[in-house]
């Protein structure tokens, strides 16, 4: 808010529970993450979107919001920052 950058919290939400993904194979990780990530109230249509993460091993959690936000929220572009990347 100090930069005058525009914030939405709630566009995307966890609707399910999920394990943590560093204990759950690579190749389920995007069907655990289908149902448990899914669009909120927050309004993103024909907006830039810049998701910011602390932490990204596989990617499955990042593909899943930025489907989310294009497909369903309406999302213009997607975009993420991530501080620490994992292999």
């Keep these: ?3 005058g950058v ?4 709630d566009a995307v939400l966890k609707a399910k529970p999920t394990a943590q993904m560093k204990n ?3 190749s389920q990780r995007a069907g655990l993450l ?6 909120g109230t927050g309004d993103v ?7 910011v993460d602390d932490l990204c091993e596989s990617g499955a959690t990042l593909r899943r919001t930025a489907e989310v936000l294009l ?4 999302a213009k572009n997607v975009y993420a920052l991530v501080l620490t990347r994992t292999k």
Aim: glycine share 12%; net charge positive.
């Design 71 to 74: 497909n369903e929220g309406g």
């Design 34 to 39: 289908h149902d448990a990530i899914q669009k």
């Design 6 to 9: 525009a914030t939405c919290e």
């Design 45 to 51: 249509k024909g907006k830039c979107v810049l998701l």
């Design 1 to 3: 808010k100090r930069l």
């Design 24 to 26: 759950v194979e690579r």
